[in-house]
């Protein structure tokens, strides 16, 4: 007997079949029936986000739940407005469903395409921002894709709401499948839901670190997802000082709290005299701890600077998320390389520097998902790459690594058009030879004469 | 303390670093030193397979191993040739490492680079076959990523023998790391390899169904493989019937131990008085065991056939990779395309068909990784699909799926180039806008110019 969170899964599993093969017209259809669905439901939303605050402040008050949790729940107009925008968003991005990858002649007649495809049920397991669920549904439509929604128990009744309104603007959408999106809302539905490895084809975890972790460490199922950002920036000897100064300070200060905020400077030996104490002076006036290693301590100490730490062991693989900064001075640019490889979650790493030899070394040695050069790690992110949407961050080095937008919600189908080709003629000593010549053929030109 | 095996692990990890950034010039001397070292080494080769197949013999007596296995076990002159010829290919492929994927203009001065990347660290476990080792390690030093091997234990002297004539080769090039490629001898290394899930990026299991089943069960590493091939053939009532006989003659009977041969036939109930007598004689004639549904049963019973058995539900999933069909007559192309979608493998599936119509929904809605149309099943491989080595077939539903060639051992990597930007600008109520403008832009032409 399937239980009842198998039963959701194998129907959303079911109608994905069907999505997968709809028409960008008609998916923006129901794209554009989400939006106005939100629009002219806004008074049920409120209300229900009315209910979760209501128990949030109780929790509060008991010193369960923090403000800043209550602050990420509460919904109002102008949250709601972003929603509706985001939809609006997804429905301008172009339809990659379909999209011919490659195009390859085997031999006279016979025709291999790869072809953009859905990768078919996704798991979307977040806390307690009820934003994702529209963000996430309409990326999920447009790309083809169903989906199981998990959110937190603090945003029940606000989820609830959205969930309901949007699965009905698309089910009242002719042509469109019932059943693509589901939601859970009990906890051990997730459990539950880790073990379904064979419908879940990916799950997308937004949350915190620990969140993150424990999805990952719980289920076979393959996770997009990252459970940390240790991020530098290592100043060269020839970097250009007020360069240097503006990144590191913004790597740091403009939000600590991200997983793209720098948590260790590194500095070379050869310019930390010039560079870190006016640089410790500015981090020091924004109120950051600053937690240094023997050397830069004893530098900074010298320049007369006080209320310094001196960093432990440790402190080179912590991601603060504060205005908390560790700072060590090294010897080379090897040094630094194997320093962010080795302490490093992989996130983004960045080098300031004029020097071209030290550049190519930088970029084609520390293995992150993102590198950068003269430029703040906190530019690593699904908007300002230009991606239209999130779907999230990752640190996988296989499928999408580093901000992960549409793309990371699509895998590809290999289709074989033939005219009765057999493989006994391509075998043995008579074989034919295959051709193996690319075309420029797209797979949509020849769909209409099939 | 590091066990023996993370010891290996965590050198070839660390190789990995400085494998990923070496230029191609630099790979195909190493590759072409590996080649003619197995060409000069052959005595050596073929002297320590005799050891193992002296071993073999040993157990066949006793009936432990099978004549087959010893036959893939064993080396000789044309095999160790094709080995050296497999080399040379990798040498012609091109190299993908570094090639621009897009190119993205976020602001004047400010520009976003997507490069293809070597994965980094990974795990090749297979069993009898030597030729493997080549195989796999010129791919994976093509592509710049590190490798560590575990052959089967009837192959332990010929592994060693071209694993070590193949390693000197390589860390004798000038300018290649040392290290970046290990080979476990001892099963229980197995177990502690699929625990290193901090080292290991991705695991390639080459082997029977169950082994790599036990694999993908045992590890938290991305896994790359296909454990089962139940692929189907559906002749539709508009089928061609020459092409309709050909093609399903060759999909079962051209060589059907392997995971593209189909396993069940589905047979559209308004052509199958017409085309399934003459099909089953074919296959009958062929020594083909025919297990039909019971309206193919009666069907062929009453035009006088004899032989058939009748097949149980259970042989809707059974993997036969032997001269054994399953029939069944279905009412539409939806009850097929149902059949397939629930018993398959999604691995490859055909349809016989001249309607337009029906060829669409079939390519549309069969969620398998290869769909063939009017061609046989057995097209599906890497080999076939022009792919010039196989890394193997992946029925996964991310990163690879189908037959997979070099492009499933790489990645990419984000490489931001500012002249100190920062997020700051970017933000709040001044916010500049970025530009977002695609470029045509190749990193490798401004890689000079740094």
Known sequence: MPTEIEKKVITAKNASIELASLGTELKNRALQAMAEALDRQRAEILEANAKDLRAAEELKATGKLSQALIDRLKLNNSKIEG????????????????????????????????????????????????????????????????????????????????????????????????????????????????????????????GSNEFV??????????????????????????????????????????????????????????????????????????????????????????????????????????????????IKIVDSIKEAIKHINLHGSHHSDGIISKNAERKRSFIGLVDSSSVMVNASTRFADGYRYGKGAEVGISTNKIHSRGPTGMEGLLIYKYILMGKGHIVADYSGKAAKPFTHRKLELKFKDINGKL
């Not at 991005?93 to 007649?109: C, I, K, Q």
């Not at 530098?232 to 240097?244: K, N, Q, R, S």
């Not at 793209?260 to 109120?287: Q, S, W």
């Open 213 to 326: 972790k424990f999805i990952q460490e719980n289920t076979k199922i393959p996770v997009l997802g990252h459970t940390s950002g240790i991020c530098h920036i290592y100043v060269d000897e020839f970097a250009e000082l007020e360069t240097a100064w503006k990144v590191c300070f913004d790597a740091k200060v403009q939000y600590p709290a991200v997983c793209n905020a720098i948590e260790t400077l590194l500095v070379d030996r050869k310019i930390a005299e010039t560079f870190l104490p006016k640089m410790a002076e500015m981090y020091l006036k924004a109120g950051v701890e600053l937690r240094c290693d023997e050397a830069s301590y004893a530098l900074l100490k010298e320049k007369g600077l006080s209320e310094l730490s001196k960093a432990r062991e440790e402190d080179w693989e912590l991601e603060y998320n504060d205005l908390i900064l560790a």
């Open 83 to 206: 929603m509706i925008a985001g939809i609006k968003d997804v429905i301008n991005l172009e339809d990659p469903v379909g999209e011919t990858l490659s195009a390859l002649e085997l031999d006279s007649g016979l025709t291999l395409f790869q072809v953009r495809a859905p990768i078919g049920l996704i798991g979307v397991i977040f806390e307690s921002r009820p934003d994702v669920v529209p963000q996430i549904m309409s990326l999920c439509l447009k790309s083809g894709n169903s989906t199981i929604f998990k959110g937190g128990s603090e945003a029940k009744e606000s989820n609830r709401a959205i969930f309901k309104i949007l699965t009905e603007a698309i089910e009242a959408t002719e042509g469109l499948p019932k059943g693509a999106f589901q939601l859970m809302e009990t906890r051990e539905e997730v459990r539950d839901l880790l073990a379904l490895d064979a419908y879940i084809d990916l799950l997308i975890p937004r």
